[in-house]
């Protein structure tokens, strides 16, 4: 069983900045991929960024390419999504989500993640 938990959420000016960091527990965490996606009021849920168990690899959507930077500490079984040059429509709620090993080289399709945590509130004011 895994958990995930997301804190780092809150009301931010535009141009601001966030660290969003989600803890897992579980032992399988530093052999899991990981993802940050988003939910906007009224929209589907969108793919954010993408590491691989070791931190090597990472992708983006590029709504926030340049913007954002994703992170993970295996040590501390935690993931971070720092956010940079906040827009008032990266307003959404956040969440982290760990990437079924059976999806190898699907980063960005929500069917290849099985736990989500239960999200973290980002409000971006204009």
């Known amino acids: 069983q895994v958990q995930l938990v997301e804190s780092g959420g809150g009301l931010v000016q535009a141009g601001g900045s966030l660290r969003l960091s989600c803890a897992a527990s579980g032992r399988t965490f530093s052999t899991s991929a990981m993802g940050w996606f988003r939910q906007a009021p009224g929209k589907e849920r969108q793919f954010v960024a993408f590491i691989s168990s070791s931190g090597i690899s990472t992708y983006y959507a590029d709504s926030v390419k340049g913007r954002f930077t994703i992170s993970r500490d295996n040590a501390k079984n935690s993931v971070f999504l720092q956010m940079n040059s906040l827009k008032p429509e990266d307003t959404a709620v956040y969440y982290c989500?760990?990437?079924?090993?059976?999806?190898?080289?699907?980063?960005?399709?929500?069917?290849?993640?099985?736990?989500w945590g239960q999200g973290t509130r980002v409000t971006v004011s204009s």
């Open positions: 989500a760990r990437r079924l090993a059976s999806y190898a080289g699907t980063y960005d399709k929500i069917y290849a993640y099985d736990y």
